[in-house]
């Protein structure tokens, strides 16, 4: 069913995260009739928090990147404070207790930004996926149809899903590389074929893609969530699409290597994809406009994009996929960012089919702005059932980072990276909870002044209700905000936080992680560019 679309109406004098120069931190407004009866829980600095409703920490656990609470009531997270590039993964208990770790030792994989703890239904046990740059040769890339002109190819990765057993073992994995498609020579396998382009192959990526020739974290993927009811995985790109793949429906249990192949082959091309169809040749790309000072999107959807996730079975909109579209590369006067919700199974005849349909084939329609916005018109997605998103275009941007999650009680839960500001909505656009993380990297303040972008920055942040089963006879005690216990001794943090999340790369074999949020989300400086 088609939902309403959802503005975001701030209140008068409670949105302290726009065109300000100083404003308070931590909870600016809460209405409990209508917000979620739950929790709030973020990473930052090393630190995961579990706030209330009223902003008082009730509990803590010793690291903090970009924290997922485990039904057990154990945190798991990266092994190193930066959501770019680490090692490994950690997993502690409710006591902070390290109960599980795993290494990534194989020289060509660097694991960056996200993975999930899933239930493996083949296996009847608990497995780790999680999202690793694998690098690709130049030698492999012209094998594989990448323009030689453009070459050579050195440093190039693309990313692959890795699966491990609780054992450290790798079960499964799936590869963009193996999904390629080009159209420069005819005498590779993956060629698109005579008198086909590009646009015959949806299911595929163009090695050759436009503008973007291979290089390091090619597609900065930087999330990623898996559909227990399908077995579909959902992974999305910093550029502007997320794709849907098979998981289930390739592994095989007790023979890695038969489901690495089966994911290699077609049955791991893409199910569907969404945000950008000009990358595969059936829409419009974005261009400046004859008077260059207006320009248009096409029908590019979203820009920067962050945290593709399912929406989980029994909340309204089960089976649609969320992401925060940070608004990015858009082409906007005055960009935003927003929450999508996206019906893939919509026709042009917005008729749920019940399986993916080709957004281009369903078509657009025309969105148009406030005249005040000077934001141009730009054609939507009919798959866009639902958006939510500031009606001041400054009410909310993350040019970073974030998340989108939807609530047992219909309501939405945003995080802002950039402005470390966390915010539920209403499906009717009522602000209900609001909420800006003191955190910086000099340490929790009380007030914020004019300062760069990213200096209380917080990754990501959900919200979780007060019968989640990983709360069930654990001690909730508010113990007071982050501020007060810093003033009460408590807590005592480093001179660093959450604005220090550089990207760094270095290490043979690739190593070193995808590259950093700002990384690829900006030009680079002259002594910075690819040689």
């Known amino acids: 069913m088609k939902r309403t679309l959802i503005f975001l109406a701030m209140l008068a004098g409670s949105a302290f995260a726009y065109e300000r120069l100083q ?275 096409g029908h590019k959807q979203m820009g920067g994009s962050h945290h593709a996730s399912w929406i989980p079975a029994g909340l309204p909109g089960a089976g649609h996929i969320m992401v925060f579209n940070n608004g990015q590369y858009l082409y906007q006067r005055t960009p935003e960012s927003s929450v999508f919700e996206i019906n893939p199974f919509l026709d042009a005849s917005g008729r749920d089919t019940g399986k993916y349909v080709n957004p281009p084939d369903a078509g657009y329609r025309r969105e148009t702005y406030d005249h005040d916005t000077h934001n141009q018109p730009r054609q939507i997605s009919k798959q866009v059932v639902a958006c939510c998103r500031s009606v001041n275009s400054h009410g909310c941007f993350s040019h970073i980072g974030s998340s989108g999650q939807r609530l047992p009680n219909g309501n939405t839960f945003v995080c802002s990276d950039t402005e470390g500001h966390f915010f539920e909505v209403t499906d009717k656009g009522e602000l209900v909870w609001e909420y800006i993380n003191p955190v910086t990297r000099a340490g929790p303040v009380k007030v914020l002044g004019d300062v760069l972008p990213m200096t209380n920055s917080a990754f990501r942040a959900f919200r979780y209700a007060a019968d989640h089963p990983a709360f069930k006879g654990r001690d909730l005690t508010p113990k007071g905000t982050i501020t007060e216990r810093v003033a009460q001794g408590v807590d005592v943090y480093p001179k660093h936080g959450p604005g220090d999340r550089k990207g760094k790369g270095g290490g043979k074999g690739g190593r070193g992680g995808g590259g950093g949020d700002n990384r690829d989300d900006r030009p680079p400086r002259d002594d910075q560019r690819e040689k």
């Open 23 to 297: 404003g308070p931190t931590e909870l600016l407004f809460c209405n409990k009739e209508k917000a979620l009866n739950g929790y709030t829980l973020f990473g930052v600095g090393n630190r995961t928090f579990l706030l209330d409703l009223d902003g008082r920490v009730v509990h803590t656990w010793p690291l903090g990147t970009n924290p997922h609470l485990l039904d057990n009531g154990h945190i798991l997270d990266a092994s190193k404070d930066d959501p770019s590039g680490f090692q490994g993964f950690t997993e502690v208990d409710w006591d902070g207790k390290k109960v599980w770790e795993y290494t990534e030792k194989r020289e060509n994989y660097a694991p960056h930004h996200d993975w999930v703890r899933i239930f493996n239904k083949k296996l009847n046990a608990p497995t780790t996926l999680y999202i690793a740059n694998k690098t690709i040769t130049d030698e492999q890339a012209i094998a594989a149809g990448a323009d030689p002109k453009k070459g050579p190819y050195r440093n190039g990765q693309m990313d692959a899903v890795v699966e491990v057993d609780m054992q450290g073992n790798v079960i499964w994995e799936w590869c963009f590389f193996d999904h390629v498609v080009q159209d420069v020579d005819a005498t590779k396998p993956n060629y698109v074929g005579h008198g086909k382009t590009v646009a015959d192959h949806p299911g595929r990526i163009n090695i050759n893609m436009p503008g973007r020739p291979l290089k390091r974290d090619w597609l900065h993927c930087n999330s990623l969530d898996y559909n227990a009811g399908s077995g579909h995985i959902v992974i999305n790109s910093v550029q502007g699409e997320l794709y849907v793949v098979d998981h289930d429906g390739t592994f095989v249990a007790g023979d890695p290597k038969a489901g690495i192949a089966k994911a290699a082959g077609a049955a791991g091309d893409f199910l569907y994809r969404f945000g950008d169809p000009a990358r595969y040749a059936q829409g419009d790309p974005p261009r400046i406009l004859e008077n260059w000072d207006s320009a248009t999107s």
